[in-house]
């Protein structure tokens, strides 16, 4: 018999024994799929985010070994309705009910907490039609919402390219002053980057997955900096400022100590008034100079589109984007 329960991120041996089977079951099938490294899920699951806490689940057999593990995270700011979740069950020890006993965990978890849509996610291969994924949740009467697709860029882009690339950027974009930094955001910006790190989420194409609009402000997003400092992580980020002052746009990518050939690729977003000036580009490409200088061993940097994001993947594949998986996200509504 299978039994589910929450794991306590703070018993070193109960968290590490989880994480290695759900990273067994998120690997199989996947070439380099980079999730988090161990000292980085650590910190994530011991210091829980005030905006987005979330939970491990794990799922064990008579002999209380561990065959599945999954996570539960509960938005504290917006979309409180939602319930995300990722189940990972080792490919040895599926098709056993262990998937189904660990969902029915994270429903049971939903309802405790009053949320009634839950969202979850599949990294499928490019290539693979039959990921396993696509049955569980179709079993489960959970719905398709949105493709998004990962792409690779490897590192480091010559400098002539970017050299290219940033006159070409600046054929439209030089009223504009690009600001790049690392780390914590200077306070200077701080409000304003605030206010547009509350927008991606509804102004980037999220398919049939509705989201509120988000809730930042400093004191979000110097917890957020907090964090990702804890996990080890170094946030590079770069802006563009219109000549009255205003921040318009901005990029983010991400290296961790912790797998230090690696990058991502995070949030870019220009103000619906300011597109059409090549400041997708212009921020990209100063951002990632900024990264590869200091970091010249990060060898790729990924980075996620949904695919009718057309004005950003032709920004991301300018720069030597390609296609390297897909990611699906599939929601399904609680009935009472
Ligand atoms: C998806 C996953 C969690 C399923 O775990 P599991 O323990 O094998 O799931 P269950 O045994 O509870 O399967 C329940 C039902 O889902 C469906 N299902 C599961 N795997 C399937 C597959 N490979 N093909 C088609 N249907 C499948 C079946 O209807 C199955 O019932 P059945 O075995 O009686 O036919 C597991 O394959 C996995 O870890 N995949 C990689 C990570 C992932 O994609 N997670 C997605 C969920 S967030």
Redesign the pocket.
Known sequence: MTTVRRVDPHDDAAFRTWYDTYTV??E?GRTDPGGWTSPEAAAVYRHPSAAFPMAPFGAYDDADRCV?GAWAGLPQRENLQRLE?????PPE??????????LDALIEFARQNGRTNLI????IPVGVT???????????GFTHGITEVRRRQLLPVPDDRLDALAAKAKERASDYQIVSWEGPCPDEYAEQYANLKALLDTEAPTGEISYDVAEWDVERLREDEANLERQGRTLYATVAIAPDGTVVAHTQAVVTKHDPSRGSQWDTLVLTEHRGHRLGLAVKVANLRALQTAHPEVTRIDTWNAEENGPMVAVNEELGYRIFEYNQGWQRTLTP
């Open positions: 079951g998120f199989a599945g979740l990722n189940i990972c069950v020890h599926r098709r056993q009910g262990i998937g189904t006993a660990l979850g996610g599949l990294h039959d990921w396993p994924g696509v049955g569980f949740f179709t079993k489960h």
